[in-house]
């Protein structure tokens, strides 16, 4: 099991006015798709995708939106927090074309895949999707790699949804496998329409632990955890989850729409 470590904030990036990039300064062990668990030593644990990783550093991306999150979001370069981790599935590196779908703050991670899919002789295309400019996360950074990416807004003049995007890439092109993170019904969407293509999706659930103890977050009817045989799954895994696109649990265990606000965001 990964040892928990204290660090500082080495880096700070802002992304919008409500999303920042936090980095930190170590050789942590990772693979596109991983989560770490982080404290700010006040009692509380959260976790958050790595949206990048190598070269001595990580970075994880979070949107203000609860108390956490917030207390995160104010912290300063040198504030320290406790993190462990690695943890969960990863994606599968392909090394033909590939498509990527993301939208809003599942977007970043796609990026920490990105750099591995190009190492690996990749040729990705993505699909990038936010509600408003404003809200578009990671533009730059991919427009930096040698990729082709496509943005999607659904507030333009002419409105696109990273799903429409998307399924217009596939009507018009070959791909070799499909990546896809964001909301849980922008995800439900776009694989009903994808036909017989290959995708893995990073899915996301309330969890406690992170490794796989307290069984917050298994899937039914399955059992599986998504923080350990999670949060990255493949097609086959998917098509039996009974739950994908219909409900989550959240903090107490009950059922909720996937479309309801989570209780760890409060």
């Given at each position: 099991?990964?040892?928990?470590?204290?660090?500082?904030?080495?880096?700070?990036?802002?992304?919008?006015?409500?999303?920042?990039?936090?980095?930190f300064?170590?050789?942590?062990?990772?693979?596109?798709?991983?989560?770490?668990?982080?404290?700010?030593?006040?009692?509380?644990?959260?976790?958050f995708?790595?949206?990048?990783?190598?070269?001595?550093?990580?970075?994880?991306?979070?949107?203000?939106?609860?108390?956490?999150?917030?207390?995160?979001?104010?912290?300063?370069?040198?504030?320290?927090?406790?993190?462990?981790?690695?943890?969960?599935?990863?994606?599968?590196?392909?090394?033909?074309?590939?498509?990527?779908?993301?939208?809003?703050?599942?977007?970043?991670?796609?990026f920490?895949?990105?750099?591995?899919?190009?190492?690996?002789?990749?040729?990705?295309?993505?699909?990038?999707?936010?509600?408003?400019?404003?809200?578009?996360?990671?533009?730059?950074?991919?427009?930096?790699?040698?990729?082709?990416?496509?943005?999607?807004?659904?507030?333009?003049?002419?409105?696109?949804t990273?799903?429409?995007?998307?399924?217009?890439?596939?009507?018009?092109?070959?791909?070799?496998?499909?990546?896809?993170?964001?909301?849980?019904?922008?995800?439900?969407?776009?694989?009903?329409?994808?036909?017989?293509?290959?995708?893995?999706?990073?899915?996301?659930?309330y969890?406690?632990?992170?490794?796989?103890?307290?069984?917050?977050?298994?899937?039914d009817?399955?059992?599986?955890?998504?923080?350990?045989?999670?949060?990255?799954?493949?097609?086959?895994?998917?098509?039996?989850?009974?739950?994908?696109?219909?409900?989550?649990?959240?903090?107490?265990?009950?059922?909720?729409?996937?479309?309801?606000?989570?209780s760890?965001?409060?």
């Amino acid at each position: 099991m990964p040892e928990r470590i204290t660090l500082p904030i080495a880096d700070i990036a802002e992304e919008s006015p409500d999303v920042r990039t936090l980095s930190f300064t170590h050789p942590l062990a990772a693979e596109p798709g991983q989560f770490v668990m982080i404290s700010d030593l006040k009692g509380d644990e959260k976790p958050f995708s790595l949206s990048d990783c190598g070269g001595g550093s990580f970075s994880i991306t979070l949107r203000r939106v609860g108390p956490f999150t917030r207390r995160l979001f104010d912290a300063r370069r040198g504030d320290l927090f406790s993190i462990r981790g690695a943890y969960g599935s990863s994606f599968f590196v392909h090394s033909g074309r590939v498509l990527l779908v993301g939208g809003g703050c599942a977007v970043p991670p796609l990026f920490f895949l990105c750099r591995r899919l190009l190492a690996a002789g990749a040729e990705p295309t993505v699909v990038n999707g936010a509600r408003s400019a404003d809200a578009l996360l990671f533009e730059r950074r991919f427009q930096a790699l040698p990729l082709h990416q496509l943005t999607a807004l659904e507030d333009a003049p002419e409105p696109l949804t990273a799903v429409d995007a998307a399924l217009r890439l596939l009507q018009n092109n070959r791909f070799d496998a499909l990546y896809a993170a964001g909301p849980e019904m922008m995800l439900a969407s776009l694989i009903s329409n994808c036909g017989a293509l290959d995708y893995q999706l990073l899915i996301e659930r309330y969890m406690k632990c992170g490794i796989g103890i307290c069984g917050s977050c298994t899937l039914d009817p399955l059992g599986i955890r998504a923080c350990v045989e999670g949060p990255v799954l493949p097609r086959a895994t998917v098509e039996q989850l009974t739950e994908f696109g219909v409900y989550r649990r959240n903090s107490s265990g009950a059922r909720v729409p996937v479309n309801a606000r989570r209780s760890c965001e409060q």
